[in-house]
């Protein structure tokens, strides 16, 4: 793959996961359906897309940027764990 595809994939692959990101809403910032609100986790999706892009797995590239851009373990303490496995998931079928 030559670089601007990959920059290209990584881009899409950003979008897709900005908007499973906003559908989800994680951190419950109120943003899910409210249209105004759809770029609420674009920079954690460009995060993640690039850390997939280098082939880091789905999971921790999501628990790493979520812990640098909220706090630690926001996504893998108490009920949070189920918000997690619910990224993983929509994500793991928008990545492969």
Known sequence: MTI???ILSEARHAQEISS???ELD????GCKGDATMQDEYEFQ????????GAGAPILEAVV???DKWFWED????GTSTSRLDAIV?????ITC
Do not use: D, G, H, Y
Request: charged content about 25%; some cysteine.
């Open 4 to 6: 601007a595809k990959k």
């Open 20 to 22: 499973v990101l906003w």
């Open 26 to 29: 994680p951190m419950r910032t």
């Open 45 to 52: 999706a460009q995060e993640i897309a690039s850390m997939i």
């Open 64 to 66: 790493q940027v979520f």
């Open 74 to 77: 926001c996504l893998i303490s």
């Open 89 to 93: 998931e929509k994500l793991s079928k």
